[in-house]
């Protein structure tokens, strides 16, 4: 009855390479998110979506792109990636955007290598 | 710019010694406020949390936090730490009308020893 989870969890790959990374929430929420924590466990939003329509994007490289096919549903997608991509990213969902708390998936473990 | 800054960057402690972790927030307007867990090798977990009302909250595991509005702070306490709190603990700030986004501090790490 896992409530946010992302899949896979470890993903070792060469530079250059192009990866996705999926989430799905099980909780009805319309708002889901993806955070990057670095090595220094320095967590930084990177997306937002609510109801499928981007709502936050981060100064992030055009390398990554956020593809929401539905509410329930929100996969990352980077291309050319770089040693410096990696990192632990997390999936997150909420209700809304208001006065409610944020769930986070296990994380996915991105080692490029 | 809006910032969170936890005081601490690792606290080691005994245990059944008490805990204060200092968080700080930088932003004069309405905000959320909340403490996450990660313990080793897992996402992270609602501690709990500050929406209104009465300023001093409870969460799981014994925890609680005091939100001081003239301070910016929402300080993280619990009376008597076990061995089973070790984990990287994070103060987070979520802004009425940002789109929901969380910002974090830098975490703490909690080291308690048996």
Redesign the interface.
Known sequence: DTAVSQTPKYLVTQMGNDKSIKCEQNLGHDTMYWYKQDSKKFLKIMFSYNNKELIINETVPNRFSPKSPDKAHLNLHINSLELGDSAVYFCASSQATGTTEAFFGQGTRLTVV | AQSVSQHNHHVILSEAASLELGCNYSYGGTV?L?W?V?YPG?????LL?Y??GDPLVKGIKGFEAEFIKSKFSFNLRKPSVQWSDTA?Y?C?VKIYN???????G??T?LSVKP
């Open positions: 959320n909340f996450y990660q897992q996402h992270l977990q609602l949390k929406f209104s990287e994070f987070a940002q789109g929901g986004k969380l910002i974090f830098q975490g790490e």
